[in-house]
């Protein structure tokens, strides 16, 4: 037998006795959705004078206690279901906003803060690159594009000082708040599988999920992030 047949002996052994376990895990987006309305909306009322700027600590406190934590356990259970949205998008949604409520607690009530605001619009470009991965589930992925803009919008407001951002960027952000409990809502029933579903606008390999079988699933995931050599 030649060194390169042995070689090939060895591989194919090695292959045969090779086991990839999948964990079956629920979806951690409406979670990371329902954190995300809580932190927006809160956000929202404070640029739009709903709630006094004397009041910015509780708003900022929630964030940390609520949103911030929730999203990042989403994000965990998002890279283990290899779900850009899930995995990488929320890990940025959430350092955003510990961003800004970290900002909110050291600053003046209302204040303008340049450097934030460069930060917001370099996070805001940066979620392109989940944004881009979405995989065809167009509302969730809308949910992380609104992200984005709402960040985009307070970090101009920021940079400027001018009202008129300000209440643009609480006017969306109401917007992307209840879009975000829209998503929430839509994930929660699907992975329910009741009768009632919410249009989440799946498309291309966004539908897999829910019509392939297992072997179809499965096909070529030697091939992907946490079980090839390199990532």
């Known amino acids: 037998m030649s060194v390169d047949e042995d070689e090939q002996g060895r591989r194919e052994e090695r292959l045969a006795i090779t086991r990839i376990v999948l964990r079956p895990t629920g979806t951690p987006l ?35 206690v609520l949103t911030v934590p929730l999203q990042l356990f989403s994000s965990i259970i ?13 890990a940025m949604v959430a350092g955003t906003w510990a961003l800004i409520a970290v900002a909110m607690l050291v600053t003046p009530d209302g204040a303008s803060i340049s450097a934030l605001g460069v930060l917001l619009i370099t996070a805001a470009l940066a979620m392109l690159a989940p944004i881009l991965g979405a995989k065809g589930k167009l509302v969730a992925a809308a949910v992380l594009a609104g992200s984005a803009l709402r960040f985009a919008i307070t970090g101009v407001a920021h940079l400027t000082g001018s009202d008129g951002w300000e209440t643009a960027a609480g006017i969306f952000g ?18 329910a599988g009741g009768p009632f579903h ?26 992907e992030a946490g079980v090839r050599r390199q990532l």
């Open 30 to 64: 409406p979670l990371a959705f329902m954190a995300l309305a809580v932190a927006t909306i809160g956000v929202s009322a404070l640029q739009l004078g709903i709630i006094p700027t004397q009041e910015e600590q509780i708003v900022a406190l929630g964030i940390l």
């Open 78 to 90: 998002g890279f283990g279901a290899r779900d850009p949205i899930a995995g990488t998008g929320m």
């Open 198 to 223: 919410l249009p989440l606008l799946r498309r291309g390999s966004g539908t897999k999920p829910l019509a392939d079988d297992m072997g179809e699933q499965v096909e070529g995931i030697a091939r």
């Open 174 to 191: 109401f917007a992307l708040g209840a879009l975000a409990i829209y998503a929430a809502i839509g994930f929660e029933t699907e992975e």
